[in-house]
C-alpha cells in the first residue's frame, strides 16, 4: 500500500463511475488548493522582494503577472515574474511556453455562449460559474461553465471560491486573449 504520494498535473484527477480505482486521497487544484494556495505561486511578499533586488518597478510587475485568486491568497506566475526580473522586460513569458491554439480551441465554438463570456472577461467584467459540474478532462463538456472551469485549471483564468466568480487575472493573459480573438476575427 502506498503511504504518501504526491503527483502533479494541470488538471484534477479523474474519476471513473461511482468506485474509481482511485481513491480516499486529498486533492488540491486551483479551484479548491486549500492549505496549497500560497505555494501554487509566488505571493506578493516575495515578488516585492524579487523586485527591489532586480531593481524592478513592483507595480508594473504586480499589473502583468498578479491577479490569480487562489483561497483568497494573491499569487503571480513564478515563470513570467522570473523571466521578467532576469530579463528586465515585462512580456508574456508563460503563454509563450504553448501556442494561443490551446486557448482558442476551447473559446472557437460558441456552442454553450463561451464567447459571450469571454467579451464581458476582455471588458474587465467578471462572470458567476459553477465548478462542480467539470468533468476533470479537456473534452467532456456540458456547459459554459465546464469550459471556464477547464480555463481556470489552465491558468488562463482565475477563479475566487467564495464569490463564484471568474476573471481575466492580470495584463500577461488578457494580451493572450486579446491575440486570440483578433486572430479568430471576432472584431
Not at 488540491?28 to 516575495?46: C, D, K, N, W
Not at 523586485?51 to 515563470?79: A, M
Not at 532576469?86 to 476551447?106: D, M, P, V
Not at 474587465?124 to 463538456?141: A, C, H, L, W, Y
Request: hydrophobic share 40%.
Amino acid at each position: 500500500y502506498i503511504q504518501l504520494a504526491y503527483l502533479t498535473g494541470i488538471l484534477p484527477i479523474k474519476k471513473e463511475k461511482t468506485q474509481s480505482a482511485l481513491n480516499n486521497f486529498d486533492e488540491f487544484t486551483m479551484v479548491s488548493p486549500s492549505i496549497l494556495a500560497r505555494y501554487i505561486g509566488f505571493t506578493e511578499a516575495e515578488v516585492q522582494k524579487l523586485s527591489d533586488k532586480y531593481h524592478q518597478d513592483f507595480d508594473k510587475v504586480k499589473k502583468w503577472y498578479d491577479g490569480y485568486c487562489v483561497d483568497g491568497v494573491s499569487i503571480y506566475n513564478p515563470k513570467s515574474v522570473v523571466e521578467a526580473m532576469l530579463r528586465g522586460k515585462f512580456s508574456n513569458y508563460w503563454t509563450q511556453t504553448e501556442t494561443y491554439e490551446a486557448l482558442k480551441i476551447y473559446i472557437q465554438s460558441n456552442e454553450f455562449g463561451v464567447q459571450d463570456v469571454i467579451l464581458k472577461l476582455l471588458a474587465g467584467e467578471k462572470e458567476k460559474i459553477d465548478t462542480t459540474t467539470f468533468s476533470n478532462d479537456m473534452v467532456t463538456f456540458a456547459t459554459k461553465d465546464d469550459v471556464l472551469t477547464l480555463l481556470v485549471h489552465l491558468g488562463y483564468l482565475t477563479y475566487n471560491a467564495e464569490t463564484k466568480e471568474i476573471w481575466i487575472p492580470n495584463d500577461e493573459v488578457m494580451e493572450q486573449f486579446i491575440s486570440t480573438v483578433k486572430v479568430m476575427g471576432w472584431g
